[in-house]
Nanobody, 123 residues
């Protein structure tokens, strides 16, 4: 059973950049489609981006398109999220997740989740 651990969160000024990492253990991420979700205070968890097993397919929420990039390094068993031009509304806890079903937007399709990492964007 794959276990996921996020890192790289922190405090950044609006307009800045941050890279999140999600390290996997207990399993090989090449067997999974992967995604990033986020949850802001008093809001529901929302889809951010997803990537297929081989990286050939990626999808993004409209709110992050052009600013965020998801990529994976199967050799390092790690998923990444490069975030640029950050806005205050990007402030949230960011979660990585693994799915055996597909690189989809539905959180319920992901069976494995990390514990989350806080990203705070100051304006």
């Amino acid at each position: 059973q794959v276990q996921l651990v996020e890192s790289g969160g922190g405090l950044v000024q609006a307009g800045g950049s941050l890279r999140l990492s999600c390290a996997a253990s207990g399993g090989t991420i090449s067997n999974y489609h992967l995604g990033w979700f986020r949850q802001a205070p008093r809001k529901e968890r929302e889809f951010v981006t997803a990537i297929s097993r081989t990286g050939g397919f990626r999808s993004y929420a409209d709110s992050v398109k052009g600013r965020f990039t998801i990529f994976r390094d199967n050799a390092k068993n790690t998923l990444y999220l490069q975030m640029s031009s950050l806005k205050s509304e990007d402030t949230a806890v960011y979660y990585c997740a693994a799915s055996e079903l597909g690189a989809v937007t539905r959180a319920t399709s992901y069976g494995y989740w990390g514990q989350g990492t806080q990203v705070t964007v100051s304006s």
